[in-house]
């Protein structure tokens, strides 16, 4: 298994940046990728971003593209994810998430962090 703890969420005014990370541990070394997931008020949870734990491919939702970045610490078995020029859409409970494999889908989960963005 792996346990993910997601830290560095708040509340930020629009056009604010922050930072979010995530601290893996367990079989760390079975990770295939890890991703951002966020999920507001009344709607699915949905895609943020993703890389692999080679850091040789990253992917992001055309909605937070040019404005967060995401980058991994392998030594340290984190995952961050930059987020600049937030808009209050920004506003949801930001998840962590891994795949142990390149067919396999998104195992484990944090509890998440909360990112508000006031207008």
């Known amino acids: 298994q792996v346990q993910l703890v997601e830290s560095g969420g708040g509340l930020v005014q629009a056009g604010g940046s922050l930072r979010l990370s995530c601290a893996a541990s367990?079989?760390?070394?079975?990770?295939?990728?890890m991703g951002w997931f966020r999920q507001a008020p009344g709607k699915e949870r949905e895609f943020v971003a993703a890389?692999?734990?080679?850091?040789?491919?990253?992917s992001y939702a055309d909605s937070v593209k040019g404005r967060f970045t995401i980058s991994r610490d392998n030594a340290k078995n984190m995952v961050y994810l930059q987020m600049n020029s937030l808009k209050p859409e920004d506003t949801a409970v930001y998840y962590c998430?891994?795949?142990?494999?390149?067919?396999?889908?998104?195992?484990?989960w944090g509890l998440g962090t909360q990112v508000t963005v006031s207008s």
């Open positions: 367990g079989r760390t070394s079975s990770i295939y990728a």
């Open positions: 998430a891994v795949r142990l494999g390149i067919r396999s889908n998104y195992d484990y």
């Open positions: 890389i692999t734990w080679s850091g040789d491919a990253t």
